[in-house]
């Protein structure tokens, strides 16, 4: 009995195969001797009879000891399976949980949307976790809180943080702000100074192509929350990949969009998105029965501009006027680079005379460049307005630039409106009207 862990436990790994197979021979061979001599017990008689049975009890006995150890322990592999099988049933529900996260993120527009689809994941992944998500905004000075998802008073997220307060941006990889004992000793941990609220977080910043595009934090108020971190860091590095990865992708769109509407030297939209933009203002108007104004706006002696001073020069100048035309006019009007040095303004439910006295405040605006470029600048307006001068979009631009051409020849620096139409006549006179 004392060499019976010896018998039953496993050999080598190198002979393990024919180790097993002796000692279960070993067993069968004793199983035979027991029947042998409980057989022969019964046809002996006398000591030889009691010595034979006596045998017998003694290898019943041993083994049935051994089939004990052999099935605490076919209990023990057996619980080890199940819980392997549930340690792959959990990853593979996890795999696909961020297989669906990533398919959605697809879908997303936005930062609105890419947020959503984050926390919803988050939620079911990590139930017992709180978490934030931060963005940087536009300058990348700070970052905004873009969502976050809490049950317990203990996480407190701000509105907004800065980098520099921040360790895992500092160094790029995820960092721990543990602020209690946990149950095995350990003290606290080095914090963030943006982390308030007595929860313990784990902070991994969102990193895709080089950029740095937020942070992911997850919290918990639990006394073993140093543990609960190490087990889930796998999976917050995975949410913080797949939505890195999806902001980047939504940043990328928002640049081909701007790209595909903006002039890249203004910042104005561009020509195409004007004549779009003209057709749907004027069919508004005409629906509602309001004016719409159109601006046609040309820098004076651009090319001389040019020639005096640089290219670098021209472009600062056209800068600064689209910046004023920008700071001047509403964000309901539609202000584009026609071409060059010419702009052109669309302004719904504005009448002639506004848009004139609109257009006289933005040349006085522009004349001001002057002195803090140290040159002459200068610009000519040409106004038109549906239906006080014009019919359409077929004709209000080409009345506009009518009137520019007028403001030009009249001696620049100018505002000239195209004449009114008469009552009755469906298409504008190319007659002008100064309106300085």
């Avoid at 010595?51 to 017998?56: D, K, N, T």
């Avoid at 159109?294 to 090319?303: C, E």
Wanted: with cysteine; proline share 4%.
């Amino acid at each position: 009995m004392g060499n019976l862990d010896s018998i039953i436990s496993p050999g080598p790994v190198s002979s393990g195969g024919a180790m097993t197979m002796a000692r279960r021979m070993a067993v069968h061979a004793v199983q035979v001797a027991s029947a042998v001599c409980a057989a022969g017990s019964f046809l002996a008689e006398g000591t030889p009879a009691r010595v034979l049975a006596g045998i017998a009890a003694m290898t019943a006995l041993f083994t049935l000891a051994i089939g004990i150890r052999y099935g605490r322990r076919a209990v023990a592999e057996l619980d080890g399976h199940l819980t392997l099988a549930a340690e792959a049933s959990a990853a593979r529900s996890q795999v696909e949980e961020l297989f669906a996260m990533t398919d959605m993120l697809q879908a997303a527009d936005d930062h609105e949307d890419a947020a959503a689809v984050l926390m919803a994941s988050a939620e079911r992944l990590l139930p017992d976790l709180d978490g934030a998500l931060y963005l940087f905004n536009n300058s990348r000075d700070r970052l905004d809180l873009a969502q976050s998802w809490s049950r317990r008073p203990g996480f407190a997220p701000a509105a907004t943080l800065f980098p520099e307060n921040c360790w895992a941006l500092k160094r790029g990889k995820p960092h721990l702000n543990h602020r209690e004992h946990d149950n095995n000793g350990r003290g606290k941990s080095l914090c963030c100074p943006h982390a308030v609220g007595k929860a313990s977080s784990i902070e991994v910043p969102m990193m895709a192509r080089g950029q740095v595009f937020g942070l992911l934090i997850l919290a918990s108020e639990a006394t073993d929350a140093h543990a609960q971190f190490q087990d889930v860091t796998r999976i917050a590095r995975a949410l913080a990949d797949s939505i890195s990865l999806a902001l980047s992708n939504i940043a990328l769109r928002e640049k081909l969009r701007t790209q595909s509407l903006r002039d890249p030297l203004t910042g104005l939209y561009n020509r195409r998105y004007m004549e779009d933009a003209l057709e749907r203002y004027i069919n508004l108007a005409q629906r509602t029965g309001t004016s719409i104004s159109v601006l046609m706006i040309d820098l004076d002696n651009f090319k001389r501009l040019n020639d005096d001073h640089g290219h670098a020069k021209g472009d600062a100048v056209l800068r600064d006027v689209a910046g004023q035309l920008v700071s001047t006019l509403r964000p309901s009007d539609v202000i584009a680079r026609y071409g060059g040095e010419e702009l052109l303004v669309i302004m719904p439910k504005c009448g002639l005379e506004h848009a004139a006295a609109k257009a006289e405040l933005l040349r006085q605006r522009v004349e001001a460049l002057s002195a803090a470029h140290g040159a002459q600048v200068s610009a000519s307006f040409g106004v038109a307005t549906v239906p006080e001068t014009a019919t359409g979009a077929g004709d209000v631009v080409t009345m506009a630039d009518t009137a520019l051409y007028a403001a030009k020849q009249a001696g620049k620096n100018r505002v000239t409106t195209a004449p009114r139409r008469k009552r009755g006549e469906d298409k504008a006179a190319p007659r002008l009207a100064a309106a300085n």
